[in-house]
């Protein structure tokens, strides 16, 4: 076994560094560079031959492209991704609502049930069920007690 073998203390701590650092710079430049082409097809003021020219500009010459696109244009590259970032917890939202007032209330065929239920217990009369159910059928009312009770003094 002639192989000479390497040990920590081949590579000086200093070295170490510089290559952590080089390589932080590496995944940064990276981070930089997909932020940039994510805002270049983000912005809906550009033309599409502005977009495809920065994106040329920042595939040829990515070094040079990247930084004279962020001198140029990143003042609004932050603007544009919190307007993004606002639609989309605003779309988020507002399914949300919808979907709690969907899923919330309950159906026809439920009141319908409960009224059905009333009725066998003898709470109501037939005639009191039948305008309940007129009501929740036609959507006007939720068939409770309450209702029922209003449609019967009318």
């Known amino acids: 076994m002639s192989a000479s073998t390497y040990l920590a203390y081949d590579y000086p701590l200093l070295s170490v560094f510089w290559s952590m650092l080089w390589f932080f710079l ?18 809906d003021a550009m033309s599409g031959w502005a977009k495809a020219g920065w994106l040329v500009f920042t595939i ?4 040079l492209g990247v930084f004279v696109y ?10 544009r ?25 309950t159906t026809s065929v439920d009141e319908l049930a409960r009224l059905s239920e009333i009725r066998a217990k003898g709470d109501i009369t037939d005639a009191e069920f039948a305008r309940a159910k007129e ?7 939720s ?12």
């Open 60 to 63: 040829v010459l990515p070094f």
């Open 26 to 43: 590496w995944i940064m430049w990276f981070v930089l560079l997909f932020r940039v082409v994510v805002d270049i097809f983000r912005d």
């Open 81 to 105: 991704e919190v307007a993004q970032a606002r639609a989309q917890q605003q779309a988020f939202d507002s399914y949300i609502r919808e979907t709690a007032k969907d899923g919330g209330g």
């Open 143 to 154: 068939g409770t007690s309450a209702d029922v009770a209003a449609t019967s003094r009318r």
């Open 135 to 141: 009501l929740v059928l036609s959507g006007h009312g």
């Open 70 to 79: 962020v001198i140029a244009r990143g003042k609004n590259m932050g603007r």
